[in-house]
């Protein structure tokens, strides 16, 4: 019986870590994980989970969640973020991913959007190296 249970312990462990491991298989997957992370949970330690390991660039990246908060305290109001569809371009050995980023008031009543290129390394996987906005 003790086997029994031993191996049902083992067996559940085995599934926790595959259902909880992290995927930076895909470069658009891994900026979709880390704006979740950073922008919409607002989470710096999740989101460090898919930034580089020599630290990441994300001073402009940082100052816009930092007015999208300050707007929220200032107007009391709620702002939604989300993004477009994530397209990954590689060229002369350097992998991007670009989106736009949304704002909107919860309300619907104003939306912005601005163009983001997020530079990306594979290094034990794909990890965000760094935000900027496309002008």
């Known amino acids: 019986m003790a086997l029994l249970c031993l191996g049902g312990v083992g067996v559940f462990i085995s599934f926790y870590d595959e259902a909880t491991k992290i995927e930076r298989k ?55 973020v989300d993004w477009t569809s994530l397209q990954v371009s590689t060229d002369s050995g350097k992998t991007t991913v670009s989106t736009d980023i949304r704002r909107a008031i919860a309300d619907g009543s104003e939306r912005t959007t601005d163009g983001w290129r997020f530079p990306m390394v594979d290094d034990d996987g794909w990890r965000v190296c760094g935000a900027e906005p496309v002008s």
């Open 26 to 80: 895909a470069p658009d997957a891994v900026v979709d994980s880390f704006l979740r992370a950073y922008l919409v949970n607002r989470d710096d330690k999740e989101a460090s989970l898919f930034t580089c390991k020599s630290g990441p660039d994300l001073s402009r990246l940082d100052a816009f969640r930092t007015d999208i908060q300050s707007r929220e305290q200032r107007f009391s109001i709620g702002i939604r």
